[in-house]
């Protein structure tokens, strides 16, 4: 499954930005995705993973500011970013277990986009 991220930009503390992950098939057999964050510093850290909208969490340094959906009719995964900080500047990856019937493939990767958060 391929994955394409889009959404970022430049956006002003207390701003709002959503994300989108494009799959290039169906993820309705797709158990989890995820979104992660790579700092300026290298870093790369889990955001928040989700499987259904009943089952979605969120790193601590996101919850109640971000929101992560999918929509499996549309082959996309959504993060909503509200009151973004500084600290939430960097590139942004989605990424996804292998779908049913390929679990023995790695998970996939998209490319990344770039959010900055500055004034």
């Known amino acids: 499954v391929q994955l394409v991220e889009s959404g970022g930009g430049w956006v002003q503390p207390g701003g709002s930005l959503r994300l989108t992950c494009s799959a290039s098939?169906?993820?309705?057999?797709?158990?989890?995705m995820r979104w992660h964050r790579e700092t300026p510093g290298g870093q790369r850290k889990l955001v928040g993973r989700?499987?259904?909208?009943?089952?979605?969490v969120y790193a601590d340094a996101v919850k109640g500011r971000f929101t992560i959906s999918r929509d499996n009719a549309k082959n996309q995964m959504y993060l909503k970013m509200n009151a973004l900080k500084v600290e939430d500047t960097g590139v942004y990856y989605c990424?996804?277990?292998?779908?049913?019937?390929?679990?023995?493939?790695?998970?996939?990767w998209g490319q990344g986009t770039q959010v900055t958060v500055s004034s």
């Open positions: 989700i499987r259904t909208e009943d089952f979605v």
């Open positions: 098939e169906s993820i309705l057999g797709i158990e989890e």
């Open positions: 990424n996804a277990d292998p779908p049913i019937g390929k679990l023995a493939d790695p998970d996939s």
